[in-house]
């Protein structure tokens, strides 16, 4: 409610009009109009896609899980060679992320340690194209989609 009446107080002195004269009623007013006008934005569970219907009989294993996974968080795990000191793999990952990142996925990385990663897809389709693009890497030892 403060924060409301802040921004209309700023709001007020923007159009040149004097704050200071401002009654408890007109404070009250503005408010009820905020009030109003609010959508509650807020709301997670708004954000959420509704599910999409899919018909599984029609479609490959690969290709249903890429669908059931749209839009939804997924986790990689990564595994590099042992035999590269840790630094060197981080920046091997890090590289890797990078060309990922090229292609347009939305990708953070995790150190989990004993050169592991794990890169969090925010949209988990995309994953199963980048399992091929990490294992074409000699480095990389292998790629564990979490399902």
Known sequence: M???LIFSLAFLSLVNCDFKFLSDKDVDRIAEQWDEDDDDDD???KSIPPPRNIDPTKMKPEDLM???KKGQTLMVF???KKSLHPQ???RKVSLLLGGLHNAGMEVSKF???DNRFILMFTDGSRAYEA???LLSDPNCESVTIDE
């Open 88 to 90: 060197e793999a981080d």
């Open 66 to 68: 890429k669908e059931t």
């Open 2 to 4: 403060r924060l409301l």
């Open 43 to 45: 709301d997670p569970r």
């Open 78 to 80: 990564v595994q590099i």
């Open 111 to 113: 150190d989990v340690g």
């Open 131 to 133: 399992k091929d693009f």
